[in-house]
């Protein structure tokens, strides 16, 4: 298995472009998320999935859309890059379902910068 | 709303234990977890409680108080590999979202 895999490792956007973040995974997982990092603020959710099909928004979504249309898929569309954006992004998915502990299972992380 | 508070940095040494003190304030909760990070590198999950108590894995241990909205993790027998950013986490109600602290830099010294 793979695991939780994130496409590009490294990525320089100039202010107003756009672009899409990949991310996909191959544990038949329901639940995926994905989550920013920014120096000392931790891990800051963006937006997350319960099943294909299904979004919903997390602490910080403005600037980004997410669809799921496969189980498989979760990817991140920032719709007008700005330098705030600045960061490093990280996809992950967890099994869900009631009195699982969900044990998140993190991809390796997409570093951008925004010019 | 979700908040969790836990310190910025730790600095202990080699062999020694080191307790990292996490509390939360939730709308609804579902269990606390535990994640590690070294830098560079993506976080790699510790240990989850859901109730009371402590949970132990190997050198790690986690305790968790619910009705003080309260946790922590110890890392017994310190190694220098230990160095690195621990989270704390919590499941909201429905157990859809995971709300991360900001993370706690331990430095082991030698």
């Known amino acids: 298995n793979a695991g939780v895999t994130q496409t590009p490792k490294f990525q320089v956007l100039k202010t107003g472009q756009s672009m899409t973040l990949q991310c996909a995974q191959d544990?038949?997982?329901?639940?995926m998320s994905w989550y920013r990092q920014d120096p000392g603020m931790g891990l800051r959710l963006i937006h997350y999935?319960?099943?294909?099909?299904?979004?919903d928004q997390g602490e910080v979504p403005n600037g980004y859309n997410v669809s799921r249309s496969t189980t498989e898929d979760f990817p991140l569309r920032l719709l007008s890059a700005a330098p705030s954006q600045t960061s490093v992004y990280f996809c992950?998915?967890?099994?869900?379902?009631?009195?699982?502990?969900?044990?998140?299972?993190f991809g390796p992380g997409t570093r951008l910068t925004v010019l | 709303g979700q908040s969790l508070e836990q310190p910025s940095e730790v600095t202990a040494v080699e062999g020694a234990i080191v307790q990292i003190n996490c509390t939360y304030q939730?709308?609804?909760?579902?269990?606390l977890s535990w994640y590690q990070q070294h830098d560079g590198g993506a976080p790699t999950f510790l240990s989850y409680?859901?109730?009371?108590g402590l949970e132990e894995t190997g050198r790690f241990s986690s305790f968790l108080s619910r009705s003080d909205s309260y946790g922590y993790l110890l890392l017994q027998e310190l190694q220098m590999k230990d160095s690195a950013s621990y989270f704390c986490?919590?499941?909201?109600?429905?157990?859809?979202?995971?709300?991360f602290g900001a993370g706690t830099r331990l430095f082991v010294k030698a």
């Open positions: 992950a998915s967890s099994y869900g379902g009631a009195g699982v502990h969900n044990e998140q299972f």
């Open positions: 544990m038949n997982h329901e639940y």
């Open positions: 999935s319960v099943g294909a099909g299904i979004t």
């Open positions: 939730t709308s609804g909760f579902y269990g």
């Open positions: 409680n859901a109730l009371d």
């Open positions: 986490a919590v499941r909201d109600t429905g157990g859809f979202k995971t709300i």
